[in-house]
Every structure is written in C-alpha cells, then in structure tokens.
C-alpha cells in the first residue's frame, strides 16, 4: 500500500469562490481508478504555512503509478495545480510493517 499525501496553500483569498473551485476541481481525482481513501484536508495547525491537504492510497506501486500518468490527474496538475498552488509537500508512504 502507498499513502499519497500532499500540503498545500493556494494563491487565492481564504474563504473565496476560487479557493472552494480548486478543492471541488480536485474532489474529481477521488474517480480516479486505483484511488482509495481520497480526503480533502484543511489544516488546523500552526507549526506551518499550509492549508489544505489532499491523502488517498493505493494498492501498489502499479496502481500509483497509472494514477500519475491518467489524463484526469495530469489535467488538473497542468490546469489547477500549477497556476493556483502557492507552495505544497509532496509525501509518499508505505506501511514499515
């Protein structure tokens, strides 16, 4: 199993139309097939500068990697994702155990 997570801050306002644009733009990765436990996250901490967080998981390297290379996920990387994310951390996980 690999967990895909990913913090981010967009560059639009708190609270504006185009910040709930982006996350209903990016609900649409969770029909992805191979994508399981898909969530939306907004931070809630302070120990750093992101807002939002995006998790799911996968069953395998395979399935993560035809994930990458669906037309759904590198559309909304090449039209939302780049021009609308200010900063973000990338983390990919497998269980140790």
Same mark, same amino acid.
């Given at each position: 199993?690999?967990?895909?997570? @990913?913090?981010?801050?967009?560059?639009? $306002? +708190?609270? +504006? $139309?185009?910040?709930?644009?982006?996350? &209903?733009?990016?609900?649409?990765?969770?029909?992805?097939?191979? @994508?399981?436990?898909?969530?939306?996250?907004? %931070?809630?901490?302070?120990?750093?500068?992101?807002?939002?967080?995006? +998790?799911?998981?996968?069953? &395998?390297?395979?399935?993560? &990697?035809?994930?990458?290379?669906?037309? @759904?996920?590198?559309?909304?990387?090449?039209?939302?994702? @780049? $021009?609308?994310?200010?900063?973000?951390?990338?983390?990919?996980? %497998?269980?140790?155990?």
């Amino acid at each position: 199993m690999i967990r895909h997570t @990913v913090a981010f801050r967009l560059v639009h $306002p +708190s609270g +504006s $139309p185009a910040e709930q644009e982006f996350l &209903d733009a990016g609900a649409t990765l969770a029909a992805i097939p191979g @994508v399981q436990r898909f969530e939306q996250l907004r %931070q809630t901490g302070t120990k750093n500068d992101f807002s939002f967080g995006f +998790s799911m998981e996968f069953a &395998d390297q395979a399935a993560y &990697d035809a994930y990458n290379v669906h037309p @759904v996920h590198t559309a909304f990387v090449a039209q939302r994702w @780049v $021009p609308e994310v200010d900063d973000f951390l990338e983390l990919d996980y %497998q269980p140790l155990g």
